[in-house]
């Protein structure tokens, strides 16, 4: 049984940092692109960012660009999401995904999801 678990989430002022993990079971992690989403209250899930297998491709939404990172280690079976310079905008429950791609981050071929950790920036 697959699952993917969200670590690292909780209640931090604007300006600054939190590190996100997700730790995964049941599949061969090296086989899989991951990729962050996140869905704020009362909007759609939006996408965050991806990693490819092998950690040499990455892709990260806009609204986080140079201020949040993605990485993985596949050694630990883990995919992380480096949090820094956060807003009030960027409360929203993440959740972790996998796929067969890169092209998760377009909503394709997502095999997999967690359950989510609920990120909380106070003004």
């Known amino acids: 049984q697959v699952q993917l678990v969200e670590s690292g989430g909780g209640l931090v002022q604007a300006g600054g940092s939190l590190r996100l993990s997700c730790a995964a079971s049941?599949?061969?992690?090296?086989?899989?692109?991951m990729g962050w989403f996140r869905q704020a209250p009362g909007k759609e899930r939006e996408f965050v960012a991806a990693i490819s297998q092998s950690g040499g491709l990455k892709f990260h939404a806009d609204p986080v660009k140079g201020r949040f990172t993605i990485s993985r280690d596949n050694a630990k079976i883990t995919v992380y999401l480096q949090m820094n310079s956060l807003k009030p905008e960027d409360t929203a429950v993440y959740y972790c995904?996998?796929?067969?791609?890169?092209?998760?981050?377009?909503?394709?071929?997502?095999?997999?999801w967690g359950k989510g950790t609920l990120v909380t920036v106070s003004s």
């Open positions: 049941g599949l061969t992690f090296s086989r899989y692109a």
């Open positions: 995904a996998s796929g067969s791609s890169v092209n998760i981050r377009e909503g394709y071929g997502i095999d997999y």
